[in-house]
């Protein structure tokens, strides 16, 4: 259960970001701005890597660490692609659809992760679709 706090702060803290970006476009572009955002994660993530002991250089060379730098590829292009809707789009149709990650993380972990497709995670699938459909419809 000790994921389900760490989600919970990371709902919180994610929920700022689309907003306080939006803001800051106005007077800085994206691509700066995302980078300067890049250096504080960097820091502050290599903060927590000294402080928890896991700066281990060897992760880096694994072949394990190949899907590290393919997600890494996904999570630029999204954020990239994602700042450049937030510059140019009203964050309230922008973040719902980009929401739609969920979904397309979730019917991928069950197509190739063997997770089960119960009737709940369906419905729940439906009703997240549904909701940013609703959500993002009326603001076009």
Known sequence: MEYLLWVLIALL????????TSVIMEDVP?????FLATL???????????????????????VE??????????????????????ESGPVSVVVP???????????LSILFLDETMTATRAAGIVCAVLAIVCSAGGNR
């Open 40 to 62: 504080v994660f960097l820091v502050i993530a290599s903060g927590v890597m000294v402080s928890t002991g896991t700066a281990d250089p060897s992760a880096a060379v694994s």
């Open 65 to 86: 660490a190949g899907y590290v730098y393919v997600a890494g590829a996904f999570l630029t292009t999204g954020i990239l692609a994602y700042t450049a809707a937030l």
């Open 30 to 34: 994206a691509t700066p701005g995302l």
């Open 97 to 107: 659809v980009f929401g739609l990650f969920i979904v397309g993380s979730s019917v």
């Open 13 to 20: 803290a994610y929920s700022g970001v689309a907003p306080l």
